[in-house]
């Protein structure tokens, strides 16, 4: 098994510019989640799904989207970005509610 | 709001030496607790999941206890040698939904 995967693993954004962050876990996760990391803030939830089709926000989902169309993939899109947005997202999956989560190994992303 | 405590923010000790990381949590009524550990630029690895019925976890050379009544959770590194320097994050599950609070975590360096 890959796990979990993210791509990209860095990207540089201009303001207004819009991007998707891919994530995908080849485990049978039905929970997915996205955090972001930023120094002295620790690790934020954005938003999270407990199943395909069905989303809901975390502590800090403000500037950004997310689907489930399938149990495999759960993207987050940017759609105009801010240099508040510089940060390291780390998407996380898990088999059920409560249970162990495993992380991605992160995409870092700035925003000038 | 669940707030999750770790001190110290960082921790030197010589190869040998047992480990001893601490993380306190303010609201007792959590579901589990989950202990990560962060190598720099890299994602988190799940160490131990304590669930919230139980009162410690055992993996090799680790054991983490968790005592909901004081609101605290301790991870016990035996031995610790230079592999084990990294940053040491808990985390706890509150709610329905997979959501974990993070606390801001130790930061660990065991010198040869």
């Known amino acids: 098994n890959a796990g979990v995967t993210q791509t990209p693993k860095f990207q540089v954004l201009k303001t207004g510019q819009s991007m998707t962050l891919q994530c995908a876990q080849d485990?049978?996760?039905?929970?997915m989640s996205w955090y972001r990391q930023d120094p002295g803030m620790g690790l934020r939830l954005i938003h999270y799904?407990?199943?395909?089709?069905?989303?809901d926000q975390g502590e800090v989902p403000n500037g950004y989207n997310v689907s489930r169309s399938t149990t495999e993939d759960f993207p987050l899109r940017l759609l105009s970005a801010a240099p508040s947005q510089t940060s390291v997202y780390f998407c996380?999956?898990?088999?059920?509610?409560?249970?162990?989560?495993?992380f991605g190994p992160g995409t870092r992303l700035l925003v000038l | 709001k669940q707030e999750v405590t770790q001190i110290p923010a960082a921790l030197s000790v010589p190869e040998g030496e047992n480990l001893v990381l601490n993380c306190s949590f303010t609201d007792s009524a959590i579901y589990n607790l989950q202990w990560f550990r962060q190598d720099p630029g890299k994602g988190l690895t799940s160490l131990l999941l304590?669930?919230?019925?139980?009162r410690e976890q055992t993996s090799g050379r680790l054991n983490a206890s968790l005592d909901k009544s004081s609101g605290r959770s301790t991870l016990y590194i035996a031995a610790s040698q230079p592999g084990d320097s990294a940053t040491y994050l808990c985390a706890v599950y509150k709610a329905a939904g997979n959501k974990l609070t993070f606390g801001g975590g130790t930061r660990v360096l065991v010198k040869p």
């Open positions: 996380a999956s898990s088999f059920r509610d409560q249970e162990t989560q495993y």
């Open positions: 799904s407990v199943g395909a089709g069905i989303t």
């Open positions: 304590i669930q919230s019925s139980q």
């Open positions: 485990m049978n996760h039905e929970y």
